[in-house]
């Protein structure tokens, strides 16, 4: 990135804007699926997603089980959409068989247009099963629209667009795509573009995807593109898919995860994720210690350590520490951050073993390591 800005209109920016679109569509896990880019965040891309296939008066079903899977029926009410929010328990995973149920009983006259779904849920350390949910909306015979936020599980956990059918993929460039933020970054399937070019969708004109399709076959972009961000994106997505290969990307998250739910089950204290089988690959979320202020802990770590911890969001807050470990990482910066927290639970009192959870950590890298070297051998 760190490079001159060349002419948005020059043969080298369209072949790198054709870079970046076939990279991406290996991400995506899809073969037709249309990638949109815009100079935003991944809230802007959640506009472009709604505004593109849903009308004002369009209802919409939603899940309420965290803070960014709530945010989607915040950002769909402000257009007029009419949003059926289920609560659940924060530290759930967005059951299936109540969404098959609901969905079978859906009103004929005025259907969901779209069911929103936050794959990887930040604020819990969620993950939801996605080919679940396609299975669910199958079983029930819906045709409604499936809408997924991956900022936080995109380039970390796998996802499979073409597989599970999804009609629009939500992301950001600064986690598992490696990036800073700055880019909003959408994949869109042939159906969705479909319904948005026969007349579908609200007003809208920025983010409409029309005019980058039209352009984005010669190279260009309708408007004046994050340039400097596009050459940083093609180097990351060039990481992931030419260098390390997907499924050895995916492979170092869940060891990674598995190193941090080892030290968090050894020092004692539970995630906020209920299941272990819905646990995220890419963020944990830890309940502190009854009567501890957790952003006690958060600011210690932080002016101590230099150590960088994730609070609780919303009624979490006070309550939880959030470690993150996704995007360009590996053991011995995971074992960092877990001594790191050791030392800030020693500092402060919190009652946690020291060295209980960095060993633990340890041995779930080397166990896995184990399981790799035998998987090779017999494959020999």
Not at 195 to 208: H, I, K, M
Not at 261 to 268: D, E, L, T
Not at 292 to 305: K, T
């Amino acid at each position: 990135m760190d490079r001159p800005v060349v002419d948005h209109r020059s043969p080298e920016f369209a072949q790198l804007t054709e870079d970046v679109r076939v990279g991406l569509r290996s991400v995506f896990g899809t073969r037709e699926g249309a990638p949109m880019l815009y100079p935003a965040s991944g809230t802007g891309a959640t506009e472009a997603a709604l505004v593109n296939v849903l009308r004002p008066g369009d209802r919409v079903l939603c899940f309420n089980y965290g803070v960014f899977s709530a945010g989607m029926g915040v950002i769909a009410r402000k257009f007029g959409f009419e949003v059926d929010e289920v609560p659940l328990r924060w530290g759930q995973a967005l059951p299936v068989d109540d969404l098959e149920q609901r969905l079978k009983a859906d009103s004929p006259t005025n259907p969901y247009r779209a069911v929103l779904v936050v794959h990887n849920e930040t604020s819990t350390g969620v993950t939801c099963d996605i080919a679940a949910i396609r299975e669910a909306m199958d079983a029930a015979g819906h045709d409604a629209l499936l809408i997924v936020d991956t900022v936080s599980s995109l380039g970390s956990i796998e996802f499979l667009m073409d597989d599970w059918r999804v009609d629009i993929i939500i992301c950001g460039s600064q986690k598992g795509l490696m990036m800073p933020p700055g880019l909003g970054i959408l994949g869109v399937s042939r159906r969705a573009l479909a319904l948005a070019a026969q007349g579908g969708g609200s007003p809208r004109y920025f983010w409409d995807w029309e005019p980058i399709m039209r352009e984005n076959r010669i190279g260009l972009f309708p408007y004046t593109p994050a340039t400097l961000m596009l050459f940083g994106l093609r180097e990351a997505l060039r990481m992931l898919v030419d260098e390390e290969g997907l499924d050895n990307v995916y492979a170092r998250h869940r060891r990674l995860a598995d190193g941090v739910r080892a030290a968090v089950s050894a020092w004692g204290l539970r995630t906020v994720c209920e299941d272990p089988l819905t646990a995220s690959n890419t963020i944990t979320a830890v309940w502190t210690p009854d009567g501890f202020d957790s952003n006690e802990l958060i600011n210690h770590a932080r002016e101590r350590y230099e150590l960088s911890l994730g609070g609780g969001i919303g009624p979490l807050k006070g309550h939880v520490i959030r470690i993150g470990h996704l995007g360009s990482l590996n053991e011995l910066e995971v074992l960092g951050t877990i001594g790191g927290v050791e030392l800030s639970f020693a500092d402060l009192a919190y009652g946690i073993q020291t060295g209980a959870g960095l060993l633990a950590c340890q041995q779930s890298f080397l166990g896995a390591r184990e399981r790799v070297d035998s998987a090779l051998a017999a494959a020999v």
